[in-house]
């Protein structure tokens, strides 16, 4: 299967690189991105699965072992452990009218499956327009190769 994955690769060829991942590990080119993305960085990175940190370099690999039910289960694990179970769950706009705290579990379960499936879509829309081997940039939604810098 065709992933993407945190790379020092091409670190640093970028005014404001950032690598605060492990290299190798699981990365997805959606973020949550904060009120100022330009300023802080966030419009960039690429989370990793694993660290819960980003990267601003990332790389479309072939992991034959990795199924798509194995990567729904590495989003999902990231995203509970990084709280967005809780962060749905308190979300107001989606309470249940007997419940005033939020939404029921169930309706937080399909909302988390959503998010789930949002992830791989963009992982696999990314990794189908990319050769095997290219090292990635964003800039917020989009997506290019990175370069190596040449001179002329």
Do not use: K, N
């Not at 404001?16 to 802080?40: M, Q």
């Amino acid at each position: 299967m065709l992933v993407l994955v945190a790379t020092t690769e091409l670190q640093g060829t970028d005014p404001g690189d950032y690598s605060f991942t492990l290299d190798g590990e699981l990365v997805t080119p959606i973020v949550a991105e904060c009120s100022s993305p330009t300023r802080c960085g966030c419009g960039r990175g690429f989370p990793g699965f694993a660290s819960s940190r980003a990267t601003t370099t990332a790389m479309v690999v072939d992991r034959p072992h990795l199924t798509p039910e194995l990567l729904a289960d590495a989003v999902s694990a990231w995203l509970e452990r990084d709280g967005w179970r809780e962060l749905l769950a308190h979300d107001p706009a989606h309470e249940d009218a007997d419940d005033t705290e939020g939404p029921a579990d169930d309706v937080v379960d399909e909302m988390l499956a959503e998010i789930v499936d949002e992830h791989i879509e963009a992982i696999t829309e990314v990794c189908a327009h990319f050769a095997v081997g290219t090292v990635l940039q964003r800039d917020g939604s989009y997506v290019a190769a990175r370069a190596f810098p040449q001179a002329a």
